[in-house]
């Protein structure tokens, strides 16, 4: 599956991102409000393997800039509950503040939107994650609630903010067919 968004195209992680994936995935400041990484290559390759080994509903997709072609980050949807689909998005430093994580998370939502039996659409954040925080909001949702030991940051259990919204409300439903081209 591949959607096009305005300036990105989302596409199915495959092996040949690994140097993209690694230089955002190894860089420390990227990783420092997500639970994975910074990465050594061994550790992106086991990640990549992951995200291209999923099934098709519940994937990653690497984020593409259409302008240069490049690999700036990736967005995934992922089970929560039985009818909550979780999303999340992480990029390329260079690429933040350019609305970039707004596009390719509304692109996500539209996905997990769709999937079978899926009510509701979430994603967590760390509460010092003000970007994300942002994002979510831009997408629609509102906090859920804060969930104590949610993560492991450098070993020690974290919180995250949790968002969500009716998975009806992510786009109306004759866009949502049309966002995917498969």
């Keep these: 599956m591949i959607l096009h968004t305005d300036r990105l195209i989302l596409r199915v992680a495959a092996p040949h991102d690994l140097d993209a994936v690694h230089s955002y995935m190894s860089d420390p400041e990227v990783c420092r409000l997500t639970a994975a990484g910074p990465f050594k290559k061994r550790d992106t390759v086991t990640f990549l393997e ?34 909550v689909s979780e999303v999340g998005w992480i990029l390329r430093r260079d690429r933040w503040g350019r609305g970039y994580g707004t596009e390719a998370g ?9 999937l079978p039996n899926v009510a509701r659409v979430s994603a967590r954040c760390r509460p010092e994650n003000t970007a994300s925080k942002r994002i979510m909001e831009k997408l629609g949702m509102e906090f859920v609630r804060e969930i104590e030991d ?24 004759e866009l949502v067919g049309a966002v995917a081209a498969s």
């Design 150 to 173: 949610d993560v492991l940051m450098d070993g020690q259990p974290a919180p995250s903010l949790l968002y969500a919204m009716s998975a009806e409300h992510i786009l109306p439903k």
């Design 106 to 114: 509304r692109a996500i939502a539209a996905i997990a939107a769709k």
């Design 50 to 83: 992951g995200l291209c080994q999923r099934d098709d509903e519940h994937r990653g997709y690497a984020i593409v800039e259409r302008d240069t072609g490049e690999v700036i980050g990736h967005v995934r949807c992922q089970p929560y509950d039985k009818q």
